[in-house]
């Protein structure tokens, strides 16, 4: 208790924290200054993709660091080439650039879909159409881009030009469009919004639309992407090709990065001094990105992905209790009768962590390396705590 006092004492309220303090983690599973240990099935929001203490991770972090912490994008650094590279190759875009989160990786594209718009077609083309539900970041300009009003508050003023539509909803879409839209951005599962995918049939009809009418098509991968739902991009669910991905969170597995990925169409938009960014392309984090797309890449991996999701699935379908389960992969909402952040606490206290995402939906993103024995155990405590 005395350690939370003075952390409440200390740093501003934007949190609401749950009593415990983290220690150390190993595999799936986190340890508190007590001892007691809990199977973590959040994964710092998705975040810890391979768990806590992998091997290759910590031996590539601890090299790097001892070799070159940090240095300016005026000069290349090792890391990062072969990360731009790999990472663009995997994605089958034409170019990165890195920030060092998801609200910059955002604000990056943001900036890019808007600055290809004016060079082509002048100034009054820079609306960005987005969803209801969506999540985009805390920046004020992601914030405006996020669909969901209680964000829409205090700081005015906003950042303009969004205009956030129905999700699965084609109509809605189309009658939102004008002259001034130069770009849509989308979740292919919304996170924070409740787990919510989007129907096929929905983005391709709006993908056919921005391609008739020079509208980008962005993708905010910062939750879904880098093998968190089975594929390495949640619109790999799709048939499609978008204009922009952007990825942050899972990425590095635990170090502050993010990333604006281009096709070909717009490799040549943003030109010395129209971007920028200290950390980006940090080569410590680069070096960890590194050692978690290898693994993301290497051949059955995502296939356990994918089976490890069906096991979470098939055992809350079959727990008798009234429970919508939606997602893919290892990223799983279940929207449940009561309260979530009270089942969340009741986990806690049982050994279990679990994330909310709204008011009675439990959302669940594990390491994507947890194991059958953590994934068993999580299970049977989240059924005792649901029931
Ligand atoms: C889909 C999505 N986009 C953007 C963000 C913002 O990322 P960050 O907190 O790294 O700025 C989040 C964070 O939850 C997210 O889920």
Redo the contacts with the bound molecule.
């Keep these: 208790m005395e350690l939370i006092n003075k952390a409440d004492k200390y740093f501003m309220e934007t949190y609401c924290q749950l009593p415990v303090v983290l220690t150390k983690g190993n595999g799936a599973t986190l340890y508190d200054n007590k001892g007691n240990s809990y199977v973590d099935f959040t994964s710092g ?1 998705g975040v810890n993709s391979l768990g806590y203490g992998d091997e290759n991770w910590t031996k590539a972090v601890e090299e790097q660091s001892k070799n070159l912490a940090h240095i300016s994008n005026i000069f290349y650094n090792l890391p990062s080439i072969k990360l731009a590279e790999k990472l663009v190759n995997s994605a089958n875009m034409s170019k990165v650039f890195f920030a060092n ?4 990786a ?1 604000e990056g594209a943001i900036k890019l879909a808007r600055k290809y718009s004016f060079d082509k077609y002048g100034e009054d083309r820079s609306t960005i159409i987005t969803l209801k539900q969506s ?4 920046t004020l300009t ?1 914030l405006s881009a996020t669909g969901q009003e209680k964000y829409h508050n205090y700081f005015f003023p906003f950042t303009e030009g969004f205009k956030h539509v129905i999700a699965n909803d084609y109509e809605d879409f189309v009658n939102n469009l004008d002259s001034s839209v130069c770009a849509i951005m989308m ?1 292919a599962i919304q ?2 919004g409740g787990v919510r995918p989007l129907d096929e049939d929905y983005v391709n009809k709006v993908i056919a639309k921005c391609k008739e009418n020079d509208m980008l098509v962005i993708f ?1 991968e ?2 879904c992407g880098i093998g968190r739902t089975g594929l390495l991009f949640g619109f790999n669910h799709f048939d499609i090709e978008p204009d922009i991905v952007t990825i ?2 899972g990425l590095a597995s635990g170090l502050p990065i ?1 990333a604006v990925l281009c096709n070909e169409k717009l490799s040549k938009v943003l030109k010395p001094g129209d971007h920028g960014s200290t950390f980006g392309a940090n080569p410590v984090a680069s070096a960890a990105a590194l050692v978690v797309l290898d693994k993301v890449c290497e051949e059955k991996f995502l296939e356990s992905v994918i089976s490890k999701g069906k096991k979470i699935k098939q055992f809350l379908n079959n727990t008798g209790l009234e429970l919508k389960v939606r997602g893919q992969g290892l990223m799983i909402g279940v929207q449940i009768q009561g309260d979530a952040s009270k089942i969340q606490k009741e986990a806690l206290d049982k050994g279990l962590l679990v994330l909310t995402a709204g008011p009675d939906v439990i959302r669940l993103l594990p390491p994507l390396t947890i194991n059958e024995e953590e994934l068993e155990k999580g299970l049977e405590i989240l059924y005792q705590v649901i029931s």
């Design positions: 929001i989160s998801g609200a910059e955002n999540f985009h970041g805390r992601t979740e996170g924070e905010d910062v939750q942050a969170k993010g």
